[in-house]
């Protein structure tokens, strides 16, 4: 019994029958599972979302995952299966705090969600702030926190402003001579990278003066492909294999080098003594304080995430709100009414004054509903015993998040979502049912955002000048894009090409 006899040449076929007729039985078995008996069978959404992860992964890919997601949620409610085991929330007036809130009030007592490591990958040699353990990342925080107070900032202001009218002057200064429109995105970016370069290197990446990109910023472009790649080969390991063959080397090698250059600034600029009043002298100042120490390693990788993270974000929606004005032309005649009114001259533009202009404030509230820097993401994992999560029971161990983009375009929170109507946050009663709560484009809780205030400043204080200073057209070619932007982790963003013209006064 079951040796197989020379000749006997129907036994290999049985073999292989059974092999086949086992996989489809797992096969169908697990797709049943996953439809009817999985923890999250109730949770709504497509059938073929709840028993493959290939449709997520096929708009990963293709940078579609917002506007998909945003369309699951129009078609299923505010919570959605977006593959076996994640889940999408637009619900966000109640499942901010259930997921990322303080666990404090009627949370006392749960367990804190932590950062899903499908998304969150360790750099090299230490953890960094956003993707640290709940330990580290309060060490992290108690350290760094005094370069982002109030204090700090006025202290930075001279730094800012300068980089401000250098933007300013070089445009001024290229427009005069060159009358084709200018790619307002990279002209953002170069200012963001140069203001964050020089609040912690001591010195900026010099692309204002020379109007050019650095080959490190373009190095790190490059490296948000990887975070994409990472979360396949996490889920589907045997992927693993494939690396060399699905990931471009270069895009590897692009992050390492970047991480150095990010580490030879950061120790080049620890050694300097100096009491310049940017973001490297306050840290140096407060590391070490009441026993939380960051060793050189982790001011490395922290410096790292500070630097993309206080660059691309700002540069975005400063890139999205340009483009968002330029489309609404009574918007943006409002908002220069408001601005070329408001100071007698330039230099009048401060920070204190800035910080007082209500509608130049609602325009860039709207902009970060409308077109959030971080679109999606920010997923957690829930803790041991499971969660209630906007009144839905979550198993534990799942991936979830309140997706920032679907949610800023739910008509479940806004009304009339796909128009950029400033005066929603400026009290408007046709606007009074906006569930206001439900986006936090800074995210939430214990791990928000350390820089929204200097993002603010900088936000505010770059905009308020360029619309004093120039009358702004959209060229055609860029008529649609917002649609050409894809989800790459942050915003892959095209040319947006715009004609300026500077505003002559007597
Ligand atoms: C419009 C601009 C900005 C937006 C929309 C934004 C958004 C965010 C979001 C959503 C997170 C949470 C990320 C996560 O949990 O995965 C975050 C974290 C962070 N951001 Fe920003 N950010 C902006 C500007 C800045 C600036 C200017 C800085 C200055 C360095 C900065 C520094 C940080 C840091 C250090 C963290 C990690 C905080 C922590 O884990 O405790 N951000 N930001």
């Excluded at 890919?61 to 919570?79: F, I, M, W």
């Excluded at 085991?85 to 997921?99: K, L, P």
């Excluded at 008509?411 to 569930?435: I, L, S, T």
């Excluded at 709560?437 to 929204?452: D, T, Y």
Aim: glycine share 6%; charged share 20%; hydrophobic share 40%.
């Amino acid at each position: 019994m079951g040796v197989l006899e020379p000749g006997d040449v129907t036994k290999p076929w049985t073999l292989v029958a059974s092999v086949v007729a086992v996989s489809v039985a797992y096969f169908v078995g697990s797709i049943v599972y996953r439809l009817y008996f999985h923890p999250l069978h109730h949770i709504p959404g497509p059938w073929i979302n709840a028993v493959s992860r290939v449709p997520y992964i096929r708009h990963l890919l293709a940078g579609t995952t917002v506007v998909n997601v945003s369309e699951l949620h129009a078609k299923y409610g505010e919570v959605v299966r977006i593959s076996p085991n994640e889940i999408s929330f637009t619900s966000g007036d109640t499942a901010w705090q259930d997921i990322y809130g303080f666990r404090t009030g009627k949370h006392k007592g749960h367990l804190s969600m932590l950062k899903d490591p499908a998304w969150y990958a360790q750099p090299p040699g230490s953890a960094h702030i956003i993707c640290s353990s709940n330990e580290d990342h309060s060490r992290f925080r108690k350290v760094l926190s005094h370069s982002f107070s109030d204090k700090a900032l006025a202290n930075q202001e001279t730094l800012l402003q300068g980089y401000v009218d250098l933007l300013i002057n070089q445009l001024k200064d290229v427009t005069s001579k060159d009358k084709s429109p200018q790619d307002l995105t990279q002209w953002y970016n170069w200012t963001t990278f140069d203001v964050m370069a020089d609040l912690l290197f001591g010195e900026p990446f010099g692309s204002l003066q020379e109007l050019a990109t650095s080959k490190y910023i373009h190095m790190l472009f490059d490296s948000f492909t990887a975070f994409k790649y990472w979360y396949i080969m996490y889920y589907w390991p045997w992927t693993k294999r494939l690396r060399n063959w699905i990931l471009d080397q270069r895009v590897i090698q692009n992050r390492l080098t970047y991480y150095k250059f990010v580490a030879s600034q950061t120790q080049k600029r620890a050694q300097r003594e100096t009491q310049r009043p940017d973001l490297m002298t306050t840290i140096l100042q407060h590391n070490g304080e009441k026993g939380a120490v960051i060793s050189a390693t982790e001011m490395n990788n922290n410096n790292s995430v500070m630097l993309t993270a206080g660059s691309e974000t700002t540069a975005t929606l400063l890139s999205g709100v340009t483009y968002l004005l330029l489309k609404n032309p009574e918007v943006l005649a409002k908002l220069m009414k408001d601005v070329r009114g408001r100071w007698k001259k330039y230099d009048d533009i401060t920070l204190e004054s800035v910080n007082n202009t209500p509608y130049l404030i609602a325009v860039l509230q709207e902009g970060l509903r409308y077109f959030p820097p971080v679109p999606a993401g920010f997923e957690r994992r829930v803790g041991k015993g499971g969660e209630v999560v906007s009144g839905y029971f979550i198993p534990e161990n799942t991936a979830l998040s309140v997706s920032s983009y679907p949610t800023g375009h739910s008509e479940r929170n806004f009304k009339d979502p796909e128009a950029f109507v400033p005066e929603r946050w400026m009290g408007d009663p046709r606007y009074a049912d906006d569930k206001k709560s439900s986006i936090n484009p800074f995210s939430f809780g214990p791990r928000n955002c350390l820089g929204k205030n200097l993002a603010y400043a900088e936000m505010r204080l770059i905009l308020a000048k360029m619309i004093w200073s120039f009358d702004l057209e959209l060229d055609p070619k860029s008529d649609d894009w917002m649609k050409r932007c894809k989800v790459n982790t942050l915003w892959e963003k095209p040319e947006l090409a715009v004609r300026v013209k500077e505003v002559v006064r007597e």
